[in-house]
């Protein structure tokens, strides 16, 4: 059975070929009344437009883009699920890509996506002004996700890394803690970077004669548990460690019962993400709350709120705070 037409709609409908493209499309021109005869005949008929059709009408793919840096994980499970919410609720569809492998694969990503998106969300440590110069039509809308990039014509929304990282830091140290370890994410990471700056500022205010005691890590649980192992046979050892991710530290906790010890016990863990898994580990793990759903739809927001603008304006840069989530593992309640 041939798959029905325009010109069939039109012919149920008793209307011009062009009026059912205005009706379906939302242009103007049309009727209510007219309007409905036409999507009810439509329906009727089973008619679905054909979507390349509708962009060369419309100028619009109703797609916006996601590049993350990698897809696995808790973190971008939920990421890409409020980004997702919000999109459903504009009505719009999610093409989503990864850059995990260098910058070349992210310039390929971005470059696959030009065409068939409306606007894009970028999450990359590979991305700097010079690659947005480089990959991205001027005119398309972008909102950059914890990023660096200022002034680059382009939003931005990043999370409040440094607070947090110094908030939890400094409830370490009201807990009774001055030794205090710190595991670090991926040495070119925006995140990382700002959560380390974070550590080292509240140690230099609330514990300036305390050893610095940092750790490298991925943001992978098996970095939490190497780092672990290594903490468990320090002497001394830290009494508490800060990791930069939920995810390392549900791997450090993996390590310090394999190595006997007890947490909070011997020694007091916190991470950063309050990632879903988070309050189910034992012990449920103190952390630094990204609203990481929330993230996401404010994101996909933004990015709405650019396509509906019919001229292009100063780009804006926002900044989402955080909370200390505390949980057994720092062996303290809240301060």
Known sequence: M?????????????????????????????TAETSLRIRQAAERLQY?????????????????GALLPDLYGEFFSELIRGIDLAARAHG??????????????????????????????????????????????????????????????????????????????????????RNIAFIS?????????????????????????APLTVLDGDFIEESGYRAGLQL??????????????????????????????RVPEDIAVAGFDDIPIARYVNPPLTTVRVRIVDLGRSALE???ELLQRPEPSSASAQTLGCEIVVRDSCGASVT
């Open 2 to 30: 041939a798959a029905t037409t325009i010109k069939d709609v039109a012919r149920e409908a008793k209307v011009s070929v062009a009026s059912v493209s205005r009706a379906m499309n939302g242009g103007s021109g049309v």
């Open 48 to 64: 679905i437009p054909h979507a390349a059709a509708r962009m060369l009408i419309t100028r619009r793919t109703r797609t916006v």
């Open 92 to 177: 719009l569809h999610l093409l989503v890509s990864s850059s995990h492998d260098g910058v070349e694969e992210a310039a390929a990503a971005v470059r696959s996506m030009q065409g068939r998106v409306d606007g894009l969300l970028i999450l990359s440590e590979r991305v700097d002004a010079a690659f947005l110069r480089a990959n991205l039509p001027r005119d398309l809308p972008v909102v950059l996700l914890n990023s660096p990039v200022r002034n680059s014509g382009h939003a931005v929304l990043n999370v409040d890394n440094r607070g947090g990282a110094f908030a939890m830091v400094r409830h370490l140290i009201q807990a009774g803690h």
């Open 185 to 209: 994410g991926p040495a070119g990471n925006f995140d990382s970077r700002q959560r380390l700056k974070g550590y080292r500022a509240a140690m230099a205010r609330y514990a300036p004669d």
């Open 232 to 261: 468990a046979a320090m002497t001394p050892r830290p009494t508490a460690v800060f990791a930069a991710n939920d995810m390392m530290a549900v791997g450090c906790l993996a390590a310090f019962k394999e190595a006997g010890l």
């Open 302 to 304: 933004q990015l709405a």
